[in-house]
């Protein structure tokens, strides 16, 4: 247990829908990163917060889009859903130091599938 | 910007076989390298990773990998496989400078029958 949770585990839905996935960091850790895992992209970072102010964006898509609250978990929205868009999408967490080998620890995972 | 390049999607391995997981990156700054195992169904957990010194790195689970610098190279080994070991293992790299945002390789499925 890497003490990162993510709700929920799986979600259906159909295309043209919205949703939210729901990240709380490990005790202490200030970053959340999102990252999205799928068969044909492989492991793709989306967008790293720390401590509430976004701090880099990787291939994330405009219909997209992640907040981080003061208590220092974060959602993930994504809309417009796609059949493309079925993956599964992770959450990171670390403290975060800028230039610091900070170790990022993953929760489980929330398995999206858009029909 | 930064890539890193799994050579192999799988690999079949006998169990108490040793094995070997290439692992090649490009980067125009200098990196950290990790390598993260993903078990079925679970999220991924840290291996070991490379910051600094020794060439040579152990990790949990009996995993060691030796970074190269001039083949730019993080080779995952282990000298004695067990079926539960496995599992997808990916390899990453991040920048030194500013936020470890990590780059992941396309992961590596490692198959130990008996």
């Known amino acids: 247990d890497s003490g990162v949770t993510q709700t929920p585990k799986h979600l259906i839905t159909a295309t043209g829908q919205r949703v939210t996935l729901r990240c709380s960091p490990r005790s202490g850790d200030l970053s959340v990163y999102w990252y999205q895992q799928s068969l044909d992209q492989g492991l793709q970072f989306l967008i790293h917060y720390y401590n509430g102010e976004e701090r880099a964006k990787g291939n994330i898509l405009e219909r997209f889009s992640a907040q981080q609250f003061p208590d220092l978990h974060s959602e993930l929205n994504l809309s417009s859903l796609e059949l493309g868009d079925s993956a599964l999408y992770f959450c990171?967490?670390?403290?975060?130091?800028?230039?610091?080998?900070?170790?990022?620890?993953f929760g489980p995972g929330t398995r999206l599938t858009v029909l | 910007a930064q890539s890193v390049t799994q050579l192999d999607s799988q690999v079949p391995v006998f169990e108490e076989a040793p094995v070997e997981l290439r692992c090649n990156y490009s980067?125009?700054?200098?990196?950290?390298l990790f390598w993260y195992v993903q078990y079925p169904n679970q999220g991924l957990q840290l291996l070991l990773k490379?910051?600094?010194?020794?060439?040579l790195v152990k990790g949990i689970n009996g995993f060691e990998a030796e970074f190269n610098k001039s083949q730019t190279s993080f080779h995952l080994r282990k000298p004695s496989v067990h079926i539960s070991d496995t599992a997808e293992y990916f390899c990453a790299v991040s920048a030194r400078r500013g936020y470890s945002t990590l780059t992941f390789g396309k992961g590596t499925m490692l198959l130990v029958s008996p």
């Open positions: 990171a967490s670390s403290v975060a130091r800028m230039g610091s080998p900070d170790t990022q620890y």
């Open positions: 490379y910051l600094s010194g020794s060439t």
């Open positions: 980067s125009s700054v200098s990196v950290y």
